[in-house]
């Protein structure tokens, strides 16, 4: 599935040049206005968001405040689109959080460079968070209210961990949102889907009693909420690349070498 980008700006001939520049490498959305931009917001997931500044009714500015201040869409980076280059401009466009600010007229390659680095960087960190065992959740992240939305979300997963039947329904709920929101939002903010997520922390918490040392593989199994130790064990090897004791065995392995 290509990545969405919303494009936002009441000039048309505006919109029909960015989806030239853009249209072959993602998937667009297009918006003449802020009011239209929120509807889409809502029922779609997108993964970026360009904007232009000058705009009837809702400007630029108003509209990124408005999505950076809302935990359904503060995730997402913003682009700002202006003819203005003073000073003045630049410091307003950083202060209502805007991820970059880009000067009009600018050149194709310069947008596709700054839309492509935006997206690498997230996906950087997503990918990190996926493979480090040890990594907090909140290190996806990119602003104080997603960081309180995963750690409010990581503590409720922990907590009810041993829960064979942890899914997303209760998820939703606990977090306040209805199930296609909640799922846009942890599917744009890590590229997991819920019951994925669940399925990582679980192997996270799994490592953490492993390097332990305290627990049987099995008492292990029943402590991360897997209904047996071949799901634990599958679930284990396709995420790390080895087996639950492989993984065992290694880390032993590490502390004989260290003594």
Do not use: W
Not at 114 to 124: C, H, M
Not at 138 to 144: D, E, G, Q
Not at 161 to 179: A, Q, T, V, Y
């Amino acid at each position: 599935m290509k990545t969405a980008i919303l494009l936002i700006d009441d000039n048309e001939d505006i919109l029909e040049f960015l989806s030239e520049v853009l249209g072959e490498s993602y998937h667009l959305h297009l918006a003449g206005d802020g009011e239209k931009a929120l509807a889409l917001l809502e029922k779609n997931m997108i993964d970026l968001i360009i904007s232009d500044i000058m705009m009837p009714g809702m400007d630029g500015f108003e509209l990124c405040q408005l999505i950076k201040s809302k935990v359904e869409y503060c995730h997402i980076p913003v682009i700002l689109l202006t003819s203005k280059n003073t000073y003045k401009a630049k410091i307003a466009g950083l202060e209502v959080g805007a991820d970059a600010y880009i000067q009009k007229p600018f050149s194709p390659e310069f947008l596709q460079l700054q839309v492509a680095n935006l997206l690498k960087n997230r996906s950087k960190i997503r990918d990190h968070f996926a493979n480090a065992p040890f990594e907090d959740v909140r290190v996806m992240a990119h602003s104080k209210t997603d960081e309180l939305f995963l750690k409010k979300l990581n503590e409720y997963i922990c907590k009810n961990i041993k829960d064979i039947g942890l899914n997303m329904d209760k998820l939703s709920e606990h977090m306040n949102m209805s199930r296609p929101t909640f799922y846009r939002k942890i599917k744009s903010i890590s590229s997991l889907s819920p019951k994925e997520l669940v399925d990582i922390t679980r192997l996270k918490k799994a490592t953490e009693l492993i390097s332990q040392n305290e627990y049987t593989l099995f008492e292990i199994t029943k402590l991360t909420g897997y209904s047996s130790q071949t799901v634990f064990g599958k679930s284990f090897q396709k995420h790390y690349k080895m087996s639950p004791m492989e993984y065992q065995s290694s880390l032993q392995r590490k502390s004989s070498a260290d003594l």
